[in-house]
């Protein structure tokens, strides 16, 4: 059957997806067989598809950097906190020693 490529750039996204029916699918891939400008639109669909895949998961390597970095940063300040509450914690430690000795000696 001849299908004008009109046609075919119509159904070629489906085709593109895997989501036209098998008819359709048949008459693309007979004209595409002996169509060539029809072929390239298809191969630029299917380069388009790889650049935005790739990009996406760009982005989301992006987000997940964010994400670990922020989660750094507040390990980093739950990290700090800890330290300069223990140091409270030694230096009243400390003090009530010192008075307890001090008081004790003196
Ligand atoms: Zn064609």
Same mark, same amino acid.
């Given at each position: 059957? &001849?299908?004008?490529? #009109?046609?075919?750039?119509?159904?070629?996204?489906?085709?593109?997806?895997?989501?036209?029916? &098998?008819?359709?699918?048949?008459?693309? #891939?007979?004209?595409?067989?002996?169509? #060539?400008?029809? +072929?390239?639109?298809? +191969?630029?669909? &299917?380069?388009? $598809?790889?650049?935005?895949?790739? #990009?996406? &998961?760009?982005?989301? !390597?992006? !987000?997940?950097?964010?994400?670990?970095?922020?989660?750094? +940063?507040?390990?980093?300040?739950? !990290?700090? +906190?800890?330290?300069?509450? $223990?140091?409270? $914690?030694?230096?009243?430690?400390?003090?009530?020693?010192?008075?307890?000795?001090?008081?004790?000696?003196?």
């Amino acid at each position: 059957m &001849n299908i004008s490529c #009109e046609i075919v750039r119509d159904l070629l996204p489906l085709y593109h997806d895997g989501v036209c029916s &098998n008819d359709s699918k048949k008459m693309i #891939e007979e004209h595409l067989a002996h169509c #060539e400008s029809c +072929k390239d639109e298809l +191969k630029a669909m &299917n380069d388009d $598809t790889i650049i935005v895949r790739s #990009e996406q &998961n760009l982005s989301e !390597a992006d !987000a997940v950097k964010k994400l670990s970095k922020r989660w750094e +940063k507040g390990m980093m300040k739950s !990290a700090l +906190k800890g330290a300069f509450f $223990t140091l409270i $914690t030694i230096a009243v430690v400390l003090l009530v020693l010192y008075c307890f000795i001090d008081i004790h000696i003196g």
